[in-house]
């Protein structure tokens, strides 16, 4: 399926370019949340007119993702967990969990979809994590794991 990109994504493109990609992600993902339209030469003709503006528009975003990038970027956030006999945690700690100690604590909105987890976070410990805050600036978070003390 040809789609022409409506914004700069990593490993994809960058505005106004006409790239082939499986259905499925066409589709359900880059047409969905409006970051391709089909390609056809009606919609690329479109692109290349808005092509000035939606350049603006990626500009602000790195702006945006910048500002977010300096607040977070190294920065260490803490888990207090339940544990199991063997340091292991009784649940791993997801994306949407991670997204929310980031927006309790620096009042940033992540969406849990930025967030990748390059392995699951389900034993006590240290863990780096990468967040995708626009196509050209990644972030680096510090995960630490700790035993929650029991109530008693």
């Known amino acids: 399926m040809e789609v022409v990109l409506l914004e700069n994504i990593k490993n994809l493109g960058v505005i106004g370019d006409v790239v082939n990609v499986k259905r499925g992600h066409g589709r359900n993902f880059l047409i969905k949340y409006g970051k391709a339209l089909k390609a056809s030469k009606i919609n690329i003709d479109f692109v290349n007119k808005k092509k000035a503006e939606l ?32 340091d292991e945690l009784y649940g791993s700690i997801k994306p949407k969990e991670i997204s929310k100690s ?27 994590v990468k967040i995708n805050l626009h196509a050209e600036i990644l972030a680096t978070i510090h995960i630490e794991v700790v035993k929650e003390e029991e109530k008693k």
């Open 55 to 86: 350049n603006e528009k990626n500009v602000t975003l790195k702006k945006n993702a910048k500002k977010i990038y300096d607040l977070i970027n190294k920065k260490t956030y803490k888990f207090a967990k339940r544990t199991k006999d063997n």
């Open 102 to 128: 980031i927006e309790n604590s620096d009042k940033v909105e992540i969406k849990p979809s930025q967030i990748d987890l390059s392995k699951e976070i389900n034993k006590i410990g240290f863990y780096d």
